[in-house]
Nanobody, 123 residues
């Protein structure tokens, strides 16, 4: 399994970015996919997740601003980020596991990880 994250960059507060995570070696219709992020000096935290059946979950800090989606045909998941704030600055990782878990927010539940893409929100 390989996960390739992309789309990070520098954006001003209030701006938008779309992250992508292209998966190979797995089928999105059978895997739970989750975005985590890690800011300097902080622990990795859950951002958003999507179940094999496409139900989505969000951290309270991003609810209403971020939208996670997927394209099963392209085996790619997306994270559309809007109204970005300086506190969204972090390295964003996509991750995967077979089957959804009630502990979806726990990074230790995921066996597959992408390399991370850096999002910097600054004026």
């Amino acid at each position: 399994v390989q996960l390739q994250a992309s789309g990070g960059g520098l954006v001003q507060p209030g701006g938008s970015l779309r992250l992508s995570c292209a998966a190979s070696g797995l089928t999105l219709s059978s895997y739970a996919m989750v975005w985590f992020r890690q800011a300097p000096g902080k622990e990795r935290e859950f951002v958003a997740g999507i179940r094999p059946g496409s139900t989505t979950y969000y951290a309270n800090s991003v609810k209403g601003r971020f939208t996670m989606s997927k394209d099963n045909a392209k085996n790619t998941v997306y994270l559309q980020m809007s109204s970005l704030k300086s506190e969204d600055t972090a390295l964003y990782y996509c991750s995967a596991r077979v089957r959804w878990t009630v502990a979806y927010y726990d990074s230790h539940q995921y066996e597959h990880w992408g390399q991370g893409t850096l999002v910097t929100v600054s004026s």
